[in-house]
């Protein structure tokens, strides 16, 4: 099924189920489990992740954008989509057509989406977002109420949900996040005892939901975890995760350097001795970053191998010379388990003096995903079809 590929992620989707089996265990049966599949997943692949997903139990999916629900959609999901991020007044009819939820903070998206649903004959359920300390996207909690006052008697919309998010919930020092809890927590009390029911109030991320019992609420939204990578890096996860994504290659050649040579753009490492070298076909238009040129590894043979030079568009340099045996076509692990040895996404994340969820969500069209049930291929999506 991998005939002719060269740079490929293996998604476990028995993975991605058995880390929400975990969060649907840690919140129990009264709180519901929002799975964020924003990002095309996360770069793990948003079709795939969000059927894993709700398989395992989660009811609900999250997204940032409109057009990342249409895809589901698209897809055959019935389930509700929820739209993390902002859609303009333009966007009510993309939202009704596909019935999505989207979230709600000015009167002119709430009339447009009220135009459009009541003309359409249905009500649509909305989210409020409310900011509570990111200085970001959302109502501030004294415009709550008011602005809710103001939209009630609108046709075709129910304000079905409110929301926030946590700031600092991968913290090891929680007194932020406890303050956001206790905003959110007096916003959504006032809310209802004013007549607005909001039944589903949620707050929590993967961190939020691992550290913070009090940021349940009714819901909770898990992101990076689902996918098996830590949600800090201040303390461990609360319950173990399993990594979800390998990413992988192929020795495109292998070949020997003299002492002297330059190796790639700008001849940023020159060889001290005669070196073992073999060419990745991966670069950074697969979104395996260019900061990791000369401080990144690979794993090959179940050993790393350290990359030598200038991480290109298409492919680099590492240097093989502790490895015999490696020939061309020999599988390269650039994120995941190969033998005894792991590079873990946080690790790759700390060469780059990034985080876990940009090494996966940095992955581009072109690196082909493979989707694996029980250790086995089942599926694989590439640009050749």
Not at 327 to 334: G, K, M, P, R
């Given at each position: 099924m991998l005939e002719g590929i060269v740079t490929w992620a293996e998604i476990d989707l028995d993975a991605i189920a058995a880390n929400v089996r975990s969060y649907?265990?840690?919140?129990?049966?009264?709180?519901?489990?929002?799975?964020?599949?924003?990002?095309?997943?996360?770069?793990?692949?948003a079709v795939q992740v969000a059927r894993a997903a709700l398989a395992a139990g989660a009811t609900r999916l999250a997204v940032h954008r409109a057009i990342e629900g249409v895809e589901l959609r698209?897809?055959?999901?019935?389930?509700?989509?929820?739209?993390?991020?902002?859609?303009?007044?333009?966007?009510?009819?993309?939202?009704?057509?596909?019935?999505?939820?989207?979230?709600?903070?000015t009167p002119e998206f709430a009339q447009a989406v009220s135009a459009r649903a009541a003309a359409s004959g249905i009500t649509l359920n909305l989210h409020l977002k409310v900011d509570t300390g990111m200085s970001r996207y959302g109502l501030f909690p004294q415009e709550v109420i008011p602005f809710l006052n103001q939209i009630q008697s609108l046709p075709g919309i129910h304000v079905e949900g409110i929301f926030t998010h946590l700031a600092t919930a991968d913290w090891a020092d929680s007194t932020f996040a406890d303050q956001q809890v206790q905003r959110f927590q007096e916003v959504v009390t006032s809310a209802r005892q004013a007549g607005h029911p909001l039944p589903l109030a949620h707050?929590?991320?993967?961190?939020?939901?691992?550290?913070l019992r009090s940021a349940h609420f009714d819901a909770v939204r898990p992101g990076i975890s689902m996918y098996g990578m830590d949600a800090s890096d201040q303390w461990p996860p609360v319950f173990p995760l399993?990594?979800?994504?390998?990413l992988k290659s192929r020795v495109s050649r292998v070949?020997?350097?003299?002492?002297?040579?330059?190796?790639?753009?700008?001849?940023?490492?020159?060889?001290?001795?005669?070196?073992?070298?073999?060419?990745?076909p991966v670069g950074y238009g697969d979104g395996y970053h260019r900061i990791l040129s000369n401080q990144g590894f690979v794993l090959i043979h179940g050993q790393r191998a350290p990359i030598r030079g200038r991480v290109c568009m298409d492919q680099f340099v590492v240097d093989i010379s502790g490895i015999p045996g490696v020939?061309?076509?020999?599988?390269?692990?650039?994120v995941g388990r190969q033998g005894a040895e792991t590079l873990r996404a946080e690790e790759v994340a700390s060469w780059?003096?990034?985080?876990?969820?940009?090494?996966?969500?940095?992955?581009?069209?072109?690196?082909?995903?493979?989707?694996?049930?029980?250790?086995?291929?089942?599926?694989?999506h590439s640009l050749g079809g």
């Open positions: 649907i265990r840690h919140v129990g049966p009264k709180v519901e489990v929002i799975a964020v599949v924003k990002a095309n997943a996360y770069g793990h692949g698209r897809a055959g999901i019935t389930e509700p989509i929820l739209i993390l991020g902002y859609t303009p007044p333009s966007g009510a009819d993309l939202a009704v057509e596909w019935r999505l939820t989207p979230s709600l903070i707050m929590a991320n993967s961190a939020g939901t691992m550290k399993v990594p979800a994504l390998t070949y020997d350097l003299p002492a002297g040579a330059g190796i790639s753009y700008s001849r940023t490492y020159i060889t001290p001795g005669p070196m073992r070298a073999a060419l990745v020939t061309q076509d020999d599988e390269v692990v650039l780059a003096n990034t985080i876990n969820y940009e090494v996966t969500t940095s992955l581009l069209p072109r690196v082909a995903r493979a989707y694996l049930r029980g250790g086995e291929i089942q599926e694989v």
